[in-house]
């Protein structure tokens, strides 16, 4: 079975009002719709596809601050807001979404933008390649300001989670990791280091698909997680 795959950045506790998260918001989806077509339409997430297709998210300042304001967490202030976006792809290997918590000052809760990303498919195809990827991630980290993101498979997610030290970043195909986290080493090539302008760093370990089943892949992923630990980049949250 072919591995699947998701990108994601992880911030801590930030406070920020609905139009400020409306804002950010606004700023992404903008962004997103310049990276490729399966990115081009997003959808508020509903009880049924039917209902969600009725529900365009649309980069309007003053809809996305009564979106924001809608999805308040009900019983705690300090939890902010939660979004989350379809691209209404009918097939469900070939779509995609995000979940976005955003505003929550609460320490035990983190912020993110996480996407679930196609399987297989055309869309697949396209999306799941380290351009795509990384100009994702370079979207999140413009928008939300994430402390550090990853795009990785799931396969490789669960086989390096036991090593993990908890809330430290994970090092994927592509990782983002926030300026003030430190400079970046010297890396093995066929590492690529993008500079994400004022905001932070990328690192792209392969131009090919990682995946978990290449122990070249497994390996180099290990050996630039060394790098970066040694470097102190990969501190918990």
Same mark, same amino acid.
């Given at each position: 079975?072919?591995?699947?795959?998701?990108?994601?950045?992880? =911030?801590?506790? /930030?406070?920020?009002?609905?139009?400020? !998260?409306?804002? /950010?918001?606004?700023?992404?989806?903008?962004?997103?719709?310049?990276?490729?077509?399966?990115?081009?339409? =997003?959808?508020?997430?509903?009880?049924s596809p039917k209902a969600s297709l009725k529900?365009?998210?649309?980069?309007?300042?003053?809809?996305?601050?009564?979106?924001?304001?809608?999805?308040?967490?009900?019983?705690?202030?300090?939890?902010?807001?939660?979004?989350?976006?379809?691209?209404?792809?009918?097939?469900?290997?070939?779509? !995609?979404?995000?979940?976005?918590?955003?505003?929550?000052?609460?320490?035990?809760?983190?912020?993110?933008?996480?996407?679930?990303?196609?399987?297989?498919?055309?869309?697949?195809?396209?999306?799941?390649?380290?351009?795509?990827?990384?100009?994702?991630? /370079?979207?999140?980290?413009?928008?939300?300001?994430?402390? =550090?993101?990853?795009?990785?498979?799931?396969?490789?997610?669960?086989?390096?989670?036991?090593?993990?030290?908890?809330?430290?970043?994970?090092?994927? =195909?592509?990782?983002?990791?926030?300026?003030?986290?430190?400079?970046?080493?010297?890396?093995?090539?066929?590492? /690529?280091?993008?500079?994400?302008?004022?905001?932070?760093?990328?690192?792209?370990?392969?131009?090919?698909?990682?995946?978990?089943?290449?122990?070249?892949?497994?390996?180099?992923?290990?050996?630039?997680?060394?790098?970066?630990?040694?470097?102190?980049?990969?501190?918990?949250?």
């Amino acid at each position: 079975m072919s591995e699947t795959y998701y990108a994601g950045g992880y =911030w801590g506790p /930030r406070q920020e009002s609905p139009e400020g !998260c409306a804002q /950010r918001l606004e700023g992404f989806l903008r962004g997103l719709s310049t990276l490729d077509s399966s990115f081009a339409h =997003w959808y508020e997430t509903a009880k049924s596809p039917k209902a969600s297709l009725k529900r365009p998210l649309r980069p309007d300042r003053e809809e996305l601050t009564r979106l924001v304001q809608k999805n308040k967490d009900p019983v705690f202030d300090d939890l902010g807001f939660s979004v989350g976006g379809w691209n209404g792809e009918p097939l469900a290997h070939e779509d !995609c979404g995000f979940l976005i918590r955003c505003g929550s000052h609460d320490a035990r809760t983190h912020n993110r933008c996480v996407f679930s990303l196609p399987s297989r498919g055309a869309n697949a195809d396209r999306v799941l390649t380290a351009p795509v990827l990384s100009s994702t991630l /370079r979207e999140t980290a413009a928008a939300w300001a994430p402390d =550090w993101g990853v795009a990785m498979s799931h396969a490789h997610r669960d086989l390096v989670d036991s090593q993990r030290v908890p809330k430290s970043p994970y090092v994927g =195909w592509v990782t983002y990791l926030a300026q003030h986290r430190g400079t970046v080493p010297p890396l093995p090539a066929p590492v /690529r280091v993008e500079p994400v302008e004022g905001k932070g760093t990328l690192i792209v370990l392969t131009p090919q698909r990682f995946t978990a089943s290449n122990p070249e892949h497994v390996a180099l992923a290990e050996r630039v997680r060394g790098l970066l630990d040694q470097a102190g980049l990969l501190k918990p949250l």
